[in-house]
């Protein structure tokens, strides 16, 4: 794979899509979020022929390197709020796609999300929350525990789902900001925690327009995770 032009060719569209969204036209904005956020999921998701850079991380994890520790994000992110700098590949998925179900249903949509006490039992979490506050000795017991199969059947699930959401969004929804109880809700369902390494997603979340949620939760914030997965690959395939 070629990471860089990838990474490229994700960073030109969602610039393309941050102008878009400064305007007022539904069916500019509407192509841009759905292609940009094809870019950044597995191609299942979207129905794209060609692999994806969540596709080969993805496809890494599958292989039995679920448990594998990479970094969280790139070195020159402010990581205050994390509970740990490294993190197994499987949490970089289970996190991402975590905050996109709570921020789509329930923030977008103000519906049921996709996660409940099925789901957790079939994934082997310990957790319902995105797993921002785990210590790594806390990361390490909760990815050995972790139905990889069933992971990879959730985040299809919510990206899917994700996608019908986006489609029917109106301009006044996207222009606009959601009510408070609505992203209290996201506490009320353990979604994060009172960890101020947790909550303080919810003064993030609670300050976007839902353009904002598109730019961030929906589609660049899987770039602050996979690309340190694949940096991971590279390496591995260097070593032989």
């Given at each position: 794979?070629?990471?860089?032009?990838?990474?490229?060719?994700?960073?030109?569209?969602?610039?393309?899509?941050?102008?878009a969204?400064?305007?007022?036209?539904?069916?500019?904005?509407?192509?841009?979020?759905?292609?940009?956020?094809?870019?950044?999921?597995?191609?299942?998701?979207?129905?794209?022929?060609?692999?994806?850079i969540?596709?080969?991380?993805?496809?890494?994890?599958?292989?039995?390197?679920?448990n594998?520790?990479?970094?969280?994000?790139?070195?020159?992110?402010?990581l205050?709020?994390?509970?740990?700098?490294?993190?197994?590949?499987?949490?970089?998925?289970?996190?991402?796609?975590?905050i996109?179900?709570?921020?789509?249903?329930?923030?977008?949509?103000?519906?049921?999300?996709?996660?409940?006490?099925?789901?957790?039992?079939?994934?082997?979490?310990?957790?319902?929350?995105?797993?921002?506050?785990?210590?790594?000795?806390?990361?390490?017991?909760?990815?050995?525990?972790?139905?990889?199969?069933?992971?990879?059947?959730?985040?299809?699930?919510?990206?899917?789902?994700?996608?019908?959401?986006?489609?029917?969004?109106?301009?006044?929804?996207?222009?606009?900001?959601?009510?408070?109880?609505?992203?209290?809700?996201?506490?009320?369902?353990?979604?994060?925690?009172?960890?101020?390494?947790?909550?303080?997603?919810?003064?993030?979340?609670?300050?976007?327009?839902?353009?904002?949620?598109?730019?961030?939760?929906?589609?660049?914030?899987?770039?602050?995770?996979?690309?340190?997965?694949?940096?991971?690959?590279?390496?591995?395939?260097?070593?032989?």
């Amino acid at each position: 794979m070629d990471k860089e032009a990838m990474c490229s060719a994700i960073n030109a569209k969602f610039e393309e899509l941050k102008t878009a969204l400064e305007g007022d036209n539904l069916k500019e904005i509407k192509e841009l979020t759905l292609d940009l956020h094809a870019m950044v999921h597995p191609a299942e998701i979207s129905g794209r022929d060609e692999k994806t850079i969540a596709d080969y991380v993805l496809d890494y994890m599958m292989q039995g390197n679920h448990n594998e520790f990479v970094q969280r994000e790139p070195w020159d992110t402010d990581l205050k709020y994390a509970g740990s700098k490294t993190v197994p590949i499987c949490w970089q998925f289970w996190h991402t796609y975590r905050i996109e179900d709570l921020v789509s249903n329930i923030l977008m949509e103000n519906s049921k999300q996709i996660f409940n006490e099925d789901w957790q039992k079939r994934i082997g979490s310990s957790i319902t929350d995105t797993g921002n506050a785990l210590e790594p000795d806390e990361l390490e017991a909760w990815a050995k525990a972790i139905n990889v199969e069933e992971l990879k059947n959730y985040m299809i699930e919510v990206g899917k789902n994700t996608r019908r959401i986006l489609s029917e969004l109106s301009l006044e929804q996207i222009k606009s900001m959601v009510p408070e109880e609505w992203v209290m809700r996201i506490l009320e369902e353990g979604g994060v925690t009172t960890d101020f390494r947790s909550v303080w997603l919810l003064v993030f979340w609670g300050r976007l327009t839902i353009g904002g949620m598109i730019l961030t939760p929906m589609t660049s914030h899987h770039m602050m995770h996979l690309p340190t997965c694949v940096d991971r690959i590279i390496e591995k395939e260097r070593m032989g």
